[in-house]
């Protein structure tokens, strides 16, 4: 454990927006950023100090990252295991490897969530078609539920919902391509998410709980303060403490959760910023990025109190004008209120993320603001 200074370097593994709203964060604090990513002038080379073009598998683009930083983080959980491994026993990476072995294993994740006592959907390993078989003829596989790889789906990628009988012939064909986990299905009133941070130095701090609306399996809207009890968020936050603890994580985590009749069950967890923190940067003390950054660097970790309600909608390509990107006009009623916060990406495609809204007002004003944008 170290502590990282402004005016040192920070590494991070990945491109994308998260590491874009990350290095932000760390220049506004002073510190030197420089990221890896296989694509030329991605969204966070932008606003880097350095880019390392390269894929997430070249060691010798991951040893230059290595060589020019004073701490590597990441902005997502497949990287590449023998990069991993060679950071983590060469570079300083203070979420070190673990953590990340174990989120990024759908199975191995909810094992070891069950084992610290906390609630999770029931699941069902398959390790491939032919287990998949045994199981479909042991009647252990149930309606509703979800097939999921155990690894590299997000977003909606890598699952199928399985209604009935109907849909066994697509989920085998998955479980032929890879390793499954099988969930039972919720019966959730909310689905509801915390941001945790653990610093280097074992301090740990939450963000408030929000709500999450998704749409075809892609988060669309989350809303601070969550439409939930107090005693269901008090709940909530603690789980949320009790898995960064019980991982020993370091940085910002999300933590999925459902809201049910019977208390808090944990769906997933991811060990990086995450979409629904994003109401953050504008509506709290400190941002999720800010915080993660303080965290790798082993500062102090800021307050996370709320200036204010807000909701976060997420911006997709099918909701831009595709040949103008900068066309902002069918989301004229929320720029009175709204902090726009656009990734810098080259080409709007459907059901990609674009960028986000933060829509600083009383919830329900919020809604209505968005409702009238025409993509809710």
Same mark, same amino acid.
């Given at each position: ?192 998410? +915390? ?10 701090? #939450?963000?408030? $709980?929000?709500? !999450? %609306?998704?749409? /075809? ?78 965290? +790798? ?10 200036? #204010?309600?807000? $909701?976060?909608? !997420? %911006?997709?390509? /099918? ?58």
């Amino acid at each position: 454990m170290k502590t990282i200074h402004p005016y040192q370097t920070i590494g991070i593994i990945g491109g994308g927006q998260l590491a874009r709203m990350m290095c932000i964060a760390a220049k506004a604090m002073g510190y030197y950023t420089a990221v890896l990513d296989p694509t030329p002038n991605c969204p966070a080379a932008q606003v880097s100090d350095r880019e390392i073009t390269a894929a997430y598998d070249d060691l010798a683009a991951i040893k230059r990252l290595a060589e020019i930083t004073d701490v590597v983080t990441y902005e997502f959980e497949n990287i590449d295991v023998n990069a991993l491994e060679w950071l983590s026993d060469n570079a300083y990476l203070p979420q070190g490897s673990e953590t990340l072995r174990i989120s990024r294993h759908r199975y191995l994740e909810k094992t070891a969530i069950s084992k610290m006592g906390i609630p999770v959907a029931e699941f069902l390993l398959i390790k491939d078609a032919g287990d998949f078989d045994k199981q479909v003829a042991d009647k252990r596989v149930t309606f509703p539920s979800i097939i999921k790889t155990t690894t590299l789906g997000y977003d909606g990628k890598g699952q199928i919902v399985l209604r009935g009988e109907e849909d066994l012939i697509r989920a085998r064909a998955l479980a032929e391509t890879s390793e499954c986990i099988i969930e039972k299905f919720v019966d959730f009133e909310r689905e509801v998410s +915390v941001i945790v941070a653990r610093s280097t130095t074992g301090e740990v701090k #939450t963000f408030p $709980v929000a709500e !999450n %609306i998704h749409i /075809n399996n892609i988060l669309h809207l989350s809303i601070v303060p969550a439409r939930i009890s107090d005693k269901v968020a008090k709940e909530a936050v603690e789980v949320a403490k009790t898995i960064a603890s019980g991982l020993g994580a370091v940085g910002v985590m999300g933590v999925e959760m459902f809201a049910t009749a019977r208390g808090i069950v944990v769906n997933e967890i991811a060990p990086r910023p995450h979409n629904s923190g994003h109401f953050s940067i504008d509506a709290c003390i400190t941002s999720q990025f800010e915080q993660h950054v303080r965290a +790798v660097c082993g500062l102090p970790l800021g307050a996370t109190d709320l200036h #204010t309600p807000v $909701v976060m909608v !997420n %911006i997709l390509g /099918n909701h831009m004008n595709k040949e103008q990107l900068h066309d902002l006009s069918r989301f004229s009623p929320l720029l009175p209120y709204g902090k726009i916060h656009l990734y810098g990406k080259a080409a709007a495609v459907d059901g990609r993320k674009m960028g986000h809204f933060n829509v600083l007002d009383d919830v329900e004003n919020a809604l209505e603001r968005i409702k009238k944008t025409g993509i809710w």
